[in-house]
């Protein structure tokens, strides 16, 4: 009798992430991260180290919302620096605001963790097709 093998989980969480594709349009949402939590220290190294390499160095992160856990005005992410800072502003709610210096600005919807994954996927293809 062969007993068929489990392949080992991943050590690490799959990063819940959607970019829309690159292009010469501006659009108000450049993709959709889904995080497993609000707690910014344990989520943020994670998505960082799950961007595209041509984003560059992510110097300055804002988060929108009051659900994030506290967090100092720096990090240190992969042997870098990273500002941080926390917005509450109506306008655009639910998002994460990535800065690199001479690349660019890079607006993502931020997709509330006890979200379902029935409900989570459409809003992820959405947002990774611009259509926020």
Do not use: C, F
């Not at 690490?12 to 108000?28: E, I, K, Q, S, T």
């Not at 497993?36 to 390499?53: F, I, K, N, V």
């Not at 607006?107 to 379902?116: F, K, Q, S």
């Amino acid at each position: 009798m062969t007993t068929a093998l489990q392949p080992p989980l991943p050590s690490h969480p799959v990063l819940r992430l959607r970019l829309a594709p690159l292009g010469g349009l501006p659009r108000p949402i450049d993709g959709a991260w889904w995080p497993r939590s609000y707690d910014l220290l344990a989520e943020l190294p994670r998505l960082l180290a799950g961007l595209p390499r041509a984003w560059g160095h992510i110097s300055s992160v804002t988060v929108n919302g009051a659900k994030w856990s506290a967090r100092p005005g720096r990090m240190l992410v992969s042997n870098q620096v990273v500002r941080l800072r926390r917005i509450l502003a109506a306008s655009t709610p639910h998002t994460v605001v990535l800065l690199a210096p001479g690349r660019g600005r890079w607006d993502l919807l931020v997709i509330p963790p006890n979200t379902t994954e029935e409900a989570a996927e459409p809003l992820l293809a959405s947002a990774a097709g611009g259509h926020v």
